[in-house]
């Protein structure tokens, strides 16, 4: 992408949702337990606030940033549950106060960057649209869990389309991570958006083939739904499989989210 502003955009329109679900929220349900487990909704909060920070760092103090994937590699499964931990023992009106300057500083900072700069991460390095994405994606998701935690439906957006690219994108990565062989033919993964066009990815004539909602291709991808709760669809084996273990986040594969109505 050769102009971020659009996916900046959209990250500063899925952010200003997510905040007029917690803006005015209560006080006390900040420490409702979220479907992430022992996560609550401050600690869904403070995790972005955390990612944020880092994602700041990242394009603008490269040293700093090092130093935080120093601390990333000493514990690796469980920087961010610390990081998240931390954020979420400070009263709310603080840490929604710091989430809200720390993505505003981040804001600028990626409109700011030079364009075709690419910035250090925790894998490989970020260009400022993809950084702005992955953002998007992890405000959505975290959106979702808060979202459902306080009974409320979400309108899906147009903005679904960053998740859905980094869903199909991580497709070689979500098999990798568990130690499997990516299939070497490329899928076609055909998506309905919110707005009723159709979101195409892969050759016309692909043998493996993934159809269905957008919406639903998201929270597949995002672990925040369970495939059987979902109308997604595979053709072929290799697709099949995928929708049993893709994920669009990085880190080791999730545990995603039981079938609606398992365990009781």
């Given amino acids: 992408m050769s102009d971020p502003s659009s996916v900046i955009d959209d990250l500063c329109r899925e952010s200003e949702q997510l905040d007029s679900l917690v803006g005015e929220l209560a006080e006390e349900r900040w420490a409702l337990a979220t479907p992430a487990p022992r996560w609550t909704v401050a600690h869904q909060i403070a995790h972005l606030a955390w990612t944020d920070r880092a994602a700041l760092l990242a394009v ?4 700093a940033f090092a130093l935080e994937v120093e601390k990333a590699l000493a514990s690796p499964y469980g920087f961010v549950d610390e990081g998240a931990e931390k954020g979420a023992t400070l009263p709310p009106a603080r840490l929604l ?4 300057a720390g993505r505003e500083s981040l804001e600028k900072a990626l409109r700011a960057a030079p364009t075709g700069t690419r910035f250090p991460w925790y894998g490989p390095p970020m260009s400022v649209a993809s950084i702005a994405t992955g953002r998007l994606m992890e405000t959505w998701a ?5 979202a ?6 979400r309108p899906p957006t147009d903005r679904l389309q960053h998740v859905v690219r980094i869903g199909v994108r991580a497709r070689n990565f979500a098999f990798g991570v568990r130690g499997l062989t990516p299939p070497e033919e490329e899928f076609r993964v055909e998506v309905t958006a ?3 066009a159709v979101w195409t990815y892969g050759p016309e004539d692909a043998a493996q083939r993934v159809t269905g909602p957008a919406l639903d291709f998201c929270l597949l991808v995002t672990q925040r739904a369970h495939r059987a709760d979902l109308a997604v669809r595979a ?8 929708l049993d273990i893709a994920q669009a986040f990085a880190g080791p594969p999730g545990a995603g ?5 398992a365990g009781g």
Avoid: N
């Fill in 60 to 63: 603008t103090d490269a040293a």
């Fill in 97 to 100: 106060a710091e989430w809200r």
């Fill in 142 to 146: 975290h959106g979702q869990d808060i």
């Fill in 148 to 153: 459902d935690t306080l009974h409320v439906m």
């Fill in 194 to 196: 919110p707005s009723g």
């Fill in 235 to 242: 053709e072929g084996s290799d697709a099949d499989r995928w």
């Fill in 257 to 261: 989210r039981a079938p609606k109505g």
